[in-house]
């Protein structure tokens, strides 16, 4: 996907690219890929494919929820920044909290943060679990993109989410994943408002987008230990 390219399906999901926008999304691709020599962020490194299975991938979450009000979002697992610079980029009225393990990575995004000149946006060391249990309903929005298994990340992101919120997954094929979820996220007093099925442009690669809404707060005892989530996904 070419830049013309992107800014023309960028369109089609309703979203009309600022020239400031677009130079940083630039920088950012370049920052990337300078970080990538250093560090493992992504297997993905040419230009035309960093644009559509990263930035524009990122953006289709607009196609399930409005991200122009002033909405908190955590990206866990984020990574090389996927989804959450990308949307703080394009919707810089959100308030962003991005999660990683790894310090490396939180290393990294924090100078990707610094260099864009990006505001009300942290990355944080942590551990998703640990950081849900003293992190309990704090966000509107919650995201995880290529992480983990549906039933293990509901149980993971679900109690970040603020009451009537949404933690919506960014995934490719989900069929076994959904059946395997439904009673986790019963448990966290959510339910699937909508999944979104569709292909990404050019290529035609599947992907889906499981919105779950927080109906009432969840259970203190949850997120458990990785250790025991794991055993029984």
């Known amino acids: 996907m070419n830049i013309k390219g992107f800014i023309e399906e960028t369109k089609k999901l309703g979203i009309e690219l600022t020239d400031a926008q677009l130079q940083k999304l630039e920088k950012f691709y370049e920052l990337l890929i300078f970080w990538n020599e250093k560090i493992n962020l992504t297997r993905i490194t040419k230009k035309e494919d960093v644009y559509l299975k990263h930035f524009y991938d990122s953006l ?53 943060i610094q260099e864009l000149d990006l505001f009300n946006i942290e990355a944080i060391h942590t551990r ?34 603020k009451e009537k919120g949404y933690f919506i997954a960014l995934k490719a094929n989900i069929e076994e ?25 050019i290529e035609h690669s599947l992907r889906n987008l499981v919105k779950i809404k927080k109906e009432r707060k969840t259970n203190p005892i949850y997120p458990r230990r990785m250790d025991k989530i794991k055993n029984e996904s």
């Open 128 to 161: 998703a679990e640990d950081y849900a249990r003293n992190n309990r309903e704090k966000f509107d929005i919650v995201t995880a993109r290529a992480v983990a298994n549906l039933k293990i990340l509901s149980e993971l992101c679900l109690p970040m989410v």
């Open 60 to 112: 289709t979450l607009y196609k399930v929820i409005n991200l122009n009000d002033d909405f908190t979002l955590c990206d866990v697992g984020s990574g090389a920044g996927f989804p959450g610079i990308v949307l703080k980029i394009v919707f810089p009225n959100l308030k962003v909290t991005l999660i990683d393990s790894l310090q490396k990575r939180v290393n990294y995004l924090n100078e990707i």
């Open 177 to 201: 994943e959904l059946e395997n979820s439904k009673e986790m996220i019963k448990k966290l007093n959510s339910s699937i408002e909508k999944i979104e099925t569709f292909n990404l442009p």
